[in-house]
């Protein structure tokens, strides 16, 4: 599946349906708030990596604020990938703290942000786990 070009009724149709069955979490409010243009949703494995944040000790993390980090760092790399990747997918090593870790340690990810367009041909962005498979970015 070509994870991309978003340019059909049915590709959009699948992306709608992606949010709808809690495959990708349409996260465009708060991208706004960082700078992102255009819709951005995340996959449910991404959200589940790398902002998902159950610990209620007293811990500074929360999802919030885990969320905000991860889409301040992408908009600030976002501008860069978009000008080297011609195919609409870039790579992205993130940093973050592993839900449920017993340390406070940040690990590396690999994350994909995929753009493309939709049926009026308005950008779309998804972010993925590099490993997802294609229809993770719908």
């Keep these: 599946m070509n994870t991309h070009a978003v340019g059909n009724d049915d590709r959009l149709s699948s992306r709608a349906q992606a949010i709808r ?79 449920g870790a017993k340390h406070t340690v940040a690990e590396v990810t690999t994350l994909a942000l995929h753009s493309g367009m939709d049926e009026h041909d308005m950008p779309i962005i998804t972010i993925s786990l590099a490993g997802e498979a294609d229809d993770s970015a719908v």
Excluded: K
């Design 21 to 99: 069955d809690g495959r990708l979490i349409d996260i465009t409010r708060q991208a706004g708030r960082v700078g992102f243009r255009v819709p951005v949703a995340i996959s449910r494995a991404a959200w589940q990596d790398c902002v998902e944040w159950a610990d209620t000790t007293a811990s500074p993390e929360t999802e919030d604020r885990r969320l905000h980090d991860l889409l301040r760092e992408l908009n600030e790399r976002a501008v860069l990938a978009s000008e080297l990747d011609p195919e609409g997918v870039a790579l992205m090593r993130f940093y973050r703290v592993p839900a």
